[in-house]
């Protein structure tokens, strides 16, 4: 709301029919069910009520466009894409899912191509046609384990599957991991290019790095040149090849892509340094799920420091089914701190605490050096025992950002 508002958006608190005045169109984000007061109030005025997915799906068809989907990896795809195409001098226009520092925010309002991060728990997903898709990659998650389909929850996989599959086939062109047997399967028939070993594009002579990496961009049998990214760690390495290949495919010039990469800072919240505390890095992360926490603690291994982590998990339901993943994830760290789930407005009958508690209890078990805090008894302890060789690393989906910051502006 406050960020709305700095951008001059008016901004209603609460729920009334009376906030809505001479609008012809209502959109309605994925949570919100059709019965919302507000909603209903639209539908007697006659007003056109459009889910978010719907509308995003509508804005990609204007123009030539490119969509970014999958379990891991989309929204630092799409940012670099979105550096590409920049560096390209085609005037994008670009939504995002996190904040970019080429961008204004976390969107850019072009006259030339769209590209855009196309949430997959969404299950309109499927709606959405671009001219190229790309898929980083799929893992069972929004899953509602009731079997039952709900805001940001597939009815099962095999649902999940389906909606990915009708995204990609609606595609001109599709990119998907030359390594992952599920989109291979999904992309089976359709007019697809592979990134990745044993694909049309691949990395070769890979140097990773605390900071960064460098690779041979090979499309084909072709070496393209070199590579270089700011951004550490090899799943990153895995996004470049897959924005590269969607780049290719839109028929973006080699070069382009080359100085794109290179210019690509990161995305807000995705291994982005804070600052420190005492001598100690702070660095703060998206990663809520195992896989991506797993790629993230292989990252912060690279940089020789004591890694020491405050995790929030995020939504009770996903934690109900993955808080086992979650612990063999963690036990890589030095040190793990897990908080209450943080819930996203969830309520599904389970204890917030008591999840993160078996997190906890199953890292121990593990000999691991873990423990349960809630927020302010986190944040304490980091900053009591904050030490110069110390990598300090939040990870999650929630407000655990904030200790991140208080953590090192708060000293």
Request: hydrophobic share 45%; proline share 6%.
């Amino acid at each position: 709301g406050r960020r709305a508002e700095s951008l001059g958006v008016p901004v209603h608190r609460g729920h009334d029919p009376a906030h809505l005045q001479e609008e012809d169109t209502l959109v309605v984000p994925t949570p919100i069910p059709l019965d919302h007061p507000e909603v209903e109030e639209a539908r007697r005025k006659g007003m056109r009520v459009l889910r978010r997915m719907e509308l995003l799906a509508h804005l990609l068809r204007q123009r030539p466009s490119l969509g970014v989907t999958g379990t891991h990896g989309k929204t630092t795809t799409t940012g670099m894409l979105a550096s590409i195409l920049l560096a390209a001098d085609l005037d994008p226009w670009v939504l995002l899912g996190g904040e970019l520092s080429l961008l204004p925010g976390n969107a850019r309002f072009g006259l030339g191509p769209r590209l855009a991060e196309v949430d997959e728990s969404d299950p309109l997903f499927q709606e959405v046609e671009v001219e190229v898709a790309v898929a980083t990659n799929l893992e069972a998650d929004h899953i509602a384990p009731t079997g039952q389909r709900a805001p940001n929850y597939h009815a099962s996989l095999e649902e999940l599957e389906k909606a990915m599959r009708g995204f990609l086939s609606r595609a001109k062109t599709v990119v998907v991991p030359a390594f992952d047997p599920r989109l291979l399967r999904l992309s089976q028939g359709l007019p697809r290019k592979l990134f990745g070993e044993g694909g049309d594009l691949w990395a070769e002579e890979a140097e990773l790095g605390p900071t960064g990496s460098r690779f041979q961009l090979v499309y084909q049998g072709r070496t393209l040149g070199e590579a270089r990214l700011r951004v550490p760690g090899a799943h990153n390495v895995q996004n470049a090849l897959a924005a590269a290949l969607a780049a290719l495919s839109f028929g973006v010039e080699p070069w382009a892509i080359l100085q794109g990469l290179a210019l690509f800072p990161g995305v807000g919240r995705r291994f982005q340094k804070v600052g420190e505390v005492r001598g100690a890095w702070v660095v703060d992360d998206y990663a809520h799920h195992p896989t991506e926490v797993k790629a993230t603690l292989a990252t912060a291994m690279l940089l020789g420091r004591r890694v020491r982590v405050l995790f929030q998990p995020h939504r009770l339901l996903r934690t109900q089914e993955l808080w086992e993943g979650f612990a063999e994830a963690l036990s890589s760290a030095h040190e793990v701190v897990v908080l209450p789930v943080y819930t996203a407005g969830e309520k599904a009958g389970i204890s917030p605490e008591a999840l993160s508690q078996k997190i906890a209890e199953r890292l121990l078990a593990l000999g691991k050096a873990a423990r349960f805090l809630d927020k302010e008894e986190a944040l304490a302890y980091a900053r009591a025992t904050a030490a110069p060789e110390d990598l300090w690393l939040t990870l999650g989906a929630g407000d655990v950002t904030e200790l991140a910051w208080r953590l090192v502006h708060e000293g």
